[in-house]
Nanobody, 116 residues
Framework: QVQLVESGGGLVQDGGSLRLSCAISGSIFIAKSMGWYRQAPGKQRELVAALARAGTTNYADSVKGRFTISRDAAKNTVYLQLNSLKPEDTGVYYC??????????WGRGTQVTVSS
């Protein structure tokens, strides 16, 4: 089994920054992609940022230029740097890992709240 544990969420003012971390542990795996999703109250979970095995990244239009996904392979940790935060960025942020041959793992989430 693989476990994902997010941290780094919190309450921040409009325009502030946070860095989320996702520590991955457990069985040996080959990552196909790693990503961050978020779910706002009353809304569906949506992709925020993804990092493919080849190193390519993909961002939601609403966060391009403000959020950055990165990975420290030695620490088995994925990060999401959130800059210029807006109230509409509020939600629970979930870490996702898709392995080869296609298993999906999720963390329990970390709350990000941006006050106006």
């Amino acid at each position: 089994q693989v476990q994902l544990v997010e941290s780094g969420g919190g309450l921040v003012q409009d325009g502030g920054s946070l860095r989320l971390s996702c520590a991955i542990s457990g069985s040996i795996f080959i990552a196909k992609s790693m990503g961050w999703y978020r779910q706002a109250p009353g809304k569906q979970r949506e992709l925020v940022a993804a990092l493919a095995r080849a190193g390519t990244t993909n961002y939601a239009d609403s966060v391009k230029g403000r959020f950055t996904i990165s990975r420290d392979a030695a620490k088995n940790t994925v990060y999401l740097q959130l800059n210029s935060l807006k109230p509409e960025d509020t939600g629970v942020y979930y870490c996702n890992l898709e392995t080869i041959p296609g298993w999906n793992y999720w963390g329990r989430g970390t709350q990000v709240t941006v006050s106006s």
